[in-house]
């Protein structure tokens, strides 16, 4: 990766990194519902990407692993992951990894 995604600001920015969440999921309904500048942001481009949602963590996970994707999820699942599998990546403390 040339630049590092160090957080929600530069994944919002960017275009290269296809980003999303679990359908109909909190973290789905966070952004959806969030005011702020960032995750509105954030939320356009996932909702207007058309293919960033998915089904369940296991396919988030696959998509991490085999495409240019980052999965958004809730932080302790997002460790428990990570803990697992040395393959993924946490951004800084962030719900999301690539």
């Given at each position: 990766?040339?630049?590092?995604?160090?957080?929600?600001e530069?994944l919002?920015?960017?275009?290269k990194i296809r980003y999303?969440t679990?359908?109909?999921?909190?973290t789905?309904?966070?952004?959806?519902?969030s005011?702020?500048e960032t995750y509105e942001?954030m939320?356009?481009a996932m909702?207007?990407?058309?293919?960033t949602?998915?089904?369940?963590?296991?396919?988030?996970i696959?998509?991490v692993?085999?495409?240019?994707?980052?999965y958004?999820?809730?932080?302790?699942m997002l460790?428990?992951?990570?803990?697992?599998?040395?393959?993924?990546?946490q951004?800084r403390?962030?719900?999301?990894f690539?």
């Open positions: 990766m040339e630049t590092p995604i160090e957080g929600a530069d919002s920015k960017q275009t999303g679990l359908a109909k999921g909190s789905m309904t966070f952004f959806n519902e005011k702020i942001r939320w356009k909702s207007d990407g058309g293919g949602f998915v089904q369940n963590s296991r396919e988030g696959q998509r692993k085999s495409e240019v994707y980052a958004l999820m809730e932080s302790s460790e428990y992951a990570v803990e697992r599998d040395c393959e993924l990546t951004v403390g962030w719900g999301s690539s």
